[in-house]
């Protein structure tokens, strides 16, 4: 249980210290949360866990996939935003288009035959 609190605990500070960063300089909050470091912790964790290779590589391709159909979300959230749109609803658009978008991307991946 210990193991689990101290993931879960610096897995929130990274956020936390995204967040912190971004009201002193957005760019820079930007470039951190950009970084893949939840993706690379993900694949230490489950290297600890499992160190299965194989799954690993599974993991970070899948993750590779994954992240493209949310991409335009930051595209159309600050779009969105700066035609008025309120932050909230802005946000729920922009939710709904990724989910959107991963529908399809799961759709798409096995016709093309990624196996994810």
Known sequence: ????AAKAL???LIIAIVSEVAKRSPGLGALIASLPLISILAM????RDTSDIAR???HSEATFWLVLPTLPMFLV????LRQGT???SAL???CL???ALYLITLWLLPRFGIEI
């Open 10 to 12: 610096l897995s929130g």
């Open 97 to 99: 288009l990724t989910f």
């Open 44 to 47: 230490i964790w489950l290297w």
């Open 77 to 80: 959230l600050p779009w969105l």
């Open 92 to 94: 729920g658009v922009s």
């Open 56 to 58: 690993i590589a599974t």
């Open 86 to 88: 309120t932050f909230w």
């Open 1 to 4: 249980m210990a193991y689990l």
